[in-house]
Structures are given as structure tokens and as C-alpha cells.
């Protein structure tokens, strides 16, 4: 891989590598309207400057164990075929080199394979 920057993202003190030219927004957590019947890791939409976003939550999408009730949180905005999701993660550390990515031991995170085909 050579090229492009990555964020680095943190869930559940575990380091993963996401594509910047990915990322819209970084938005603090947001009043959440549930959607009923939507996956476990789809926490809910919420909107953002007109728009709807459908937030997902990356420690349930990688099973991981749950955040703390009230442990910070960071919503990472993605734009994907025109529509917005937020990955809610712990935190973000750092944008870095592709060629930072093995030096570092970081994993990417194939977003397209975290989005829900439809809610």
C-alpha cells in the first residue's frame, strides 16, 4: 500500500487504522433515535446538520466487550455511496502514512463490510 493517510481509532484500548479520505466528521455522541428491529451494532440515527446518520458502534460490530456507562465516546462520520454513517469509537490517536501501518502493527478496518446493507 503506498499512499494515503489513515486515522487511527481506538476501541476498547485496541489500535485500528481507517481510511482519512473516508472520514466526513468527528462528532462528539449525539441524541440517538432507536431504530426498531436494526442490527445489535446499529445503535441508532441521529442528525447532523440536516442530514441523517445511522450510528454504529464498532466495540459491538467487532465483538468486543460493551463501553462503560459513561466512558467517553467519539462518533467518526463516513460517507458511503451518499450516505452517512457514525462509527462510534473510544477515541482517536493519530493520522499516519500507509507505510506507517505495518511499523505500527495496525489493523485496517474494512468499513464497507461494518455498514449495514439496510435498516
Do not use: C, W
Request: without cysteine.
Amino acid at each position: 500500500m503506498t499512499g494515503g493517510k489513515f486515522l487511527t481509532v481506538i476501541v476498547a484500548d485496541q489500535s485500528f487504522a481507517l481510511p482519512a479520505e473516508l472520514v466526513s466528521d468527528l462528532v462528539k455522541p449525539q441524541p440517538i433515535t432507536i431504530v426498531p428491529h436494526a442490527p445489535a451494532s446499529v445503535t441508532g440515527i441521529f442528525n447532523l446538520r440536516g442530514r441523517i446518520v445511522t450510528a454504529i458502534d464498532l466495540r459491538e460490530r467487532l465483538g468486543l466487550p460493551p463501553r462503560a456507562i459513561g466512558a467517553p465516546a467519539l462518533n467518526i462520520v463516513v460517507d458511503h455511496g451518499g450516505e452517512l454513517y457514525a462509527l462510534t469509537a473510544d477515541d482517536v490517536d493519530d493520522v499516519i502514512a500507509s507505510d506507517e501501518l505495518t511499523d505500527q502493527g495496525l489493523a485496517t478496518l474494512d468499513i464497507i463490510g461494518m455498514l449495514p446493507l439496510s435498516l
